[in-house]
Nanobody
Framework: QVQLVESGGGLVQPGGSLRLSCAASGFTISSYDMSWYRQAPGKERDLVAAITPGGGTTHYADSVKGRFTISRDNDKNTLYLQMNSLKPEDTADYYC??????????????WGQGTQVTVSS
């Protein structure tokens, strides 16, 4: 059974950092492009960052470029998102997913429970 479990969210002050993790089970992430998405209250879920199977190519939404870094550990079957210089507008539920394409509006997996990130002073 394919499962994606996100963790690492929390409450952080503006300018702070968080590292999100996505533990995958039921499939091998090394075969797929992996991505992070986020959904703010009252808004649609948007792609934040994506990474190719070997990690050689990444893609970021303009709003997070230079602040967020996506990475993966295929041996641990885990995806990460390092978030620095956080802003209140980064407040959202964050989700991971996978696809055979780097940028996908409809990824292959079912959505997990997500991890909540709140940036506030």
């Amino acid at each position: 059974q394919v499962q994606l479990v996100e963790s690492g969210g929390g409450l952080v002050q503006p300018g702070g950092s968080l590292r999100l993790s996505c533990a995958a089970s039921g499939f091998t992430i090394s075969s797929y492009d992996m991505s992070w998405y986020r959904q703010a209250p009252g808004k649609e879920r948007d792609l934040v960052a994506a990474i190719t199977p070997g990690g050689g190519t990444t893609h970021y939404a303009d709003s997070v470029k230079g602040r967020f870094t996506i990475s993966r550990d295929n041996d641990k079957n885990t995806l990460y998102l390092q978030m620095n210089s956080l802003k209140p507008e980064d407040t959202a539920d964050y989700y991971c997913n996978f696809d055979t394409r780097l940028i996908s509006a409809k990824p292959l997996g079912s959505w997990g429970q997500g991890t909540q990130v709140t940036v506030s002073s």
